[in-house]
């Protein structure tokens, strides 16, 4: 087939013309929209806002972890001494003795009830004790528990009243317990200890 020298020029003309067109529509399918760009920068701004709002409040946030440092410290200092529960189990019985002798009240049995672990390394020590005495020794008992500075609960109270001979007598009942903190691998041992007692 022979082709006129005028259809080459049409022909060629026609190629050019959708070789433009293919090639505007690649080059505008790749490149992103000037909108994209423009949301794609803002996006950009606000985030690098954040950053610089954040590194603003650094010093802010280190006065805070100093100052919940500083009250960490101080309610440590309220923990009781040791890091053997045994010990310091020993040790809050002979706390318990001395308020109870402070404030009048007899304790006629002491029991030494099972430690607990509370969270990360401290472990909750707890004393059983049956007291004889008035209700008003009961009071200045549980406010000396209270008071006392070392941190101290009463988990338990049970009361038990009689009257002998015209007078009203209490038998009081409590639990008491207080925190340690124990070395973290020993309350690791411990709970491993616990699992095997347990099978």
């Known amino acids: 087939m022979n082709v006129s020298a005028r259809e080459k020029r049409f022909l060629i003309a026609g190629a050019a ?11 505008g399918s790749l490149l992103p929209s000037g909108s994209d760009l423009a949301n794609t920068v803002e996006l950009k701004k606000r985030m690098l806002l954040k950053q610089k709002e954040t590194l603003q409040q650094e010093e802010a946030f280190r006065g805070r972890v100093s100052l919940y440092q500083e009250r960490l410290q101080q309610t440590r200092g309220r923990i009781l001494p040791g890091d053997n529960p045994s010990i310091a189990s020993a040790e809050l019985q002979r706390v318990l003795s001395d308020l109870a002798a402070a404030a009048g009240v007899e304790i006629t049995q002491k029991n030494i009830q099972k430690e607990q672990k509370l969270q990360d390394d401290l472990v909750k020590i707890s004393v059983r004790i049956d007291t004889n005495c008035s209700p008003l020794q009961l009071v200045q008992f549980m406010s000396a528990i209270e008071n006392y500075d070392k941190y101290l609960t009463l988990d338990e109270l049970a009361v038990n009243g009689f009257r002998i001979q015209r007078r009203f007598e209490i038998r009081p009942s409590m639990t008491v317990s207080g925190i340690i903190a124990v070395p973290p691998g020993q309350g690791e041992e411990k709970t491993a200890d616990e699992k095997q007692s347990a099978r």
Do not use: H
Request: cysteine-free; aromatic content about 18%.
């Open 17 to 27: 013309v959708s070789a433009l067109v293919l090639g505007w529509y690649l080059v």
